[in-house]
């Protein structure tokens, strides 16, 4: 008997109807699997075969032949083994379903349980997108499929539940949609603890504003990683197409919490041991995304950052540019999104003690070599380059109360908002601006112009350089409420790229 | 570059490694003319001397293929050589024992022939120094050709401030061949002068500075000690002017500021307190008239002020004394770097300039 059902597999990020076919016919018994499954698929005939006979079904004594077709498309991940065993159960007539565009999802165990699988969320959602309206996942994925719309989900902890639930006994409730309620909880880095440091707050304050990336330069203590760690605090809340972005994204890393989605803006931190396929993803037979696309709408924070490999460094400047990255490799070219805000720290020189109280033992060549570390071309992308101070011990323990995150995400939400209703949902944020986009939204006085002029020769800029420090003072210019680029604004964003070389 | 027989005698001369100048010059006092050298039999001159190797590998130096050679490969290279003989040596060098044979040339040799005025400083010079020394080697380089070394610090900042002129000459502790490392140097390659007295192919040796601080003053009518350590090879060049009787001049420094005390000490001593070009060319006789300042907006006023009274200010004490929130405050600091009037000297601190 013949029988096929539908199943899903991904390709990066976008996922690809799988047709599985089962052919059960006298002969020799025996179970081929056909149609390009990688290994992970091919032993999934072993587990189908325990877990169908153990759920308390037969498994065929015939000769068995399953095909996953296009049978040109490499398939990949254990979602196909719930797919086939429903099919062999149907081809041998232990399970009736009319409807052939049902989606069965999921891993399976030899006992005949069903284990969750990661990538649900975009292999859901692009089954959505086809039309693909029924499904059948394990239970374990089920927070993850709760905050799609319009798609009737089945969560199954057996093989068993299936065929009384299609059987019609015992059926199953299908999940309920919850809602996105924006960010959880948060951790306890907030800027009210920082002390001081009026120049490196202001700083993060505009990066967070307009998207743009940042330096941090200080002496070892001063607080370089605690300013890191309140950025998420200050950034606006996710939006629900954001987080399902996210999601997605983690989703397919298999790095999602029982939360079933991301609702806070990642925060990404490698250790500088980090490897070039670390950072932006790859690998051998699967390729995963890496850290620049796990920190996707939110932040990947560098500390150390002459530590880092330089070769993992000057691979980030191609995202850093364009918020995506395609990683080819001989199985196929995948694109994942990486679209993040850059912030990195690091000491002024190698003792780390360049303009702080306490004495600085290099030599101006020592200085220089370890600031050559981080190129010029990379240096370039990163708009804002401040100096962290080192702390007195008397900041310490002042009683001066600081700004809370909350009072400053205000600013940010307005400004925000501000560069929200100018793009008009093409881009969010400044630092996406193309030429285009600059020339329209960033008219220049003739003051400002000479301004930039002396600054571009002075801190011998790019075309690029230029560019974004352009942005840097259209951001600026929108956490001060002006429509207009004024010379002040322009000045201000000069004094942030200071970072001499 | 047109050569006469003794020109090409003491290039010839000075392309020889294994002797020493001091030796070179004992040579050279044997004969009437340096062009003699070249008729001399150096086989029977070893048994006078004893020292085979040495005047053996001389010997094979004055031979028109060496000769040839040599020039040919200094050709290639760029480089100009210029022997004590010829007209284009730098005058005020010749009066002087420790004259090196060849200055060995890159760029614009015309450069020797002007009057020129010697500028140095120590590596470790302060940031608001360094743009006063740009600043000072600009104006001066309208009426001096700029003689400075070539490291880091003070004689960076005097190369840079000069260089827009053309009229730079960087002075090398080591050969022509090991020069051109920083992108400033190919820029005086191009615009100014690089001047080596070691023949191209010698690497740098500890007392090479030395020989180069001596030749720095020698050919200059003045030095302007912008920085110094107590015990900083600035110095040198300093008292090897003062010997030569050239006018010291020297930056004042407060007291307690260890890249200033060899500064100090040189005004003790007699050097003349300077802080800007008009305490120099007066003394050469020339008038300057100082371009005004641009003008500053009285935000600007109000924070210059501020960081003047201190010589080293946080960005948090100028918020402080100036009540201007942060944003604001950065704008002002920004302009009034480009203005030139302030400078950033690490850890968000300013100096005035």
Known sequence: MLANVKCFTLNGLDGYAVDVEADVNNGMPSFELVGLPDAAVKESKERVRSAVKNSGNVFPTHKITVNLAPADLRKEGTQFDLAIAVCILKATGQLYIGDENVVFLGELALDGKVRGVSGMLPLLISARDRGYTTFFIPKDNENEASYLSGITVYPVERISEIVSHIGGENLIEPIRPHLFSGSSVRDDADLSFVKGQAVAKRAVEIAVSGGHNILLVGPPGAGKTMLARCIPGILPDLTFEEALEVTKIHSVAGILTEEGIVSNRPFRSPHHTATTVSLCGGGNTKIHPGEVSLAHNGVLFLDELPEYNRSALEALRQPLEDGVITIARSVGAYRYPASFILCASMNPCPCGNYGSEKPCNCSPYDIKRYRAKISGPLLDRIDLQVEVDSVSYDDLISEKQEEPSSAVKLRVEAAREIQRKRFRGKIHTNSEMRERELSVFCKLSSECETILKSAFSRLDLSARGRARMIKVARTIADLDGSAEIEPKHILEAVSYRTFER | ?353
């Open chain 2, 1 to 353: 570059m047109n050569y006469t027989r003794d020109d090409l005698a003491v290039i010839t001369l000075g392309s020889v490694l294994v002797l020493e100048e001091k030796k070179k010059w004992e040579l050279l006092e044997r004969y009437d003319a340096p062009s003699d050298l070249f008729t001399e039999d150096f086989s029977a001159f070893l048994i006078r001397n004893g020292k085979k190797d040495v005047y053996n590998s001389i010997g094979e130096a004055f031979t028109e293929e060496y000769l040839s050679a040599l020039l040919s490969d200094y050709e290639r290279k760029g480089i100009v050589a210029v022997p004590y003989t010829s007209a284009l040596y730098p005058s005020p060098l010749r009066d002087y024992e420790a004259k090196p044979l060849v200055l060995y040339c890159m760029g614009k040799v015309e450069l020797l022939q002007e009057p020129t005025f010697c500028i140095v400083g120590s590596r470790k010079t302060l940031p608001n120094i360094l743009k006063v020394t740009e600043q000072i080697a600009w104006d001066l380089s309208e009426h001096f050709a700029i003689v400075t070394g070539a490291a880091e610090g003070g004689d960076y900042a005097a190369t840079v401030g000069s260089i827009e002129r053309g009229k730079t000459v960087c002075v090398f502790p080591c050969g022509l061949d090991f020069a051109v490392k920083k992108r400033v140097h190919e820029r005086v390659r191009e615009r100014g002068l690089l001047v080596s007295p070691f023949p191209p192919s010698v690497s740098t040796r500890t007392y090479f500075y030395h020989i180069r601080n001596r030749i720095m003053a020698g050919m200059s009518r003045g030095v302007l000690v912008v920085s110094a350590g107590k015990k900083s090879g600035t110095l040198i060049t300093a008292h090897c002017a003062l010997e030569y009787g050239k006018p010291v001049y020297a930056f004042p420094y407060t007291i307690g500021t260890a890249s200033g005390e060899g500064a100090n000490a040189l005004l003790k001593k007699g050097a003349y307190p300077t802080e800007n070009v008009l305490d120099i060319l007066p003394d050469f006789g020339i008038n300057f008239e100082r371009t005004p300042d641009p003008s500053l907006t009285d935000e600007e006023k109000l924070v210059l002020d501020c960081i003047r009274e201190g010589e080293e200010v946080h960005v948090a004490q100028i918020g402080r004394l100036t009540n201007l929130d942060a944003s604001a405050l950065f704008a002002v600091l920004s302009a009034l770097e480009l203005k030139n009037r302030i400078v950033k000297s690490g850890g968000n601190k300013f100096r005035p300039v």
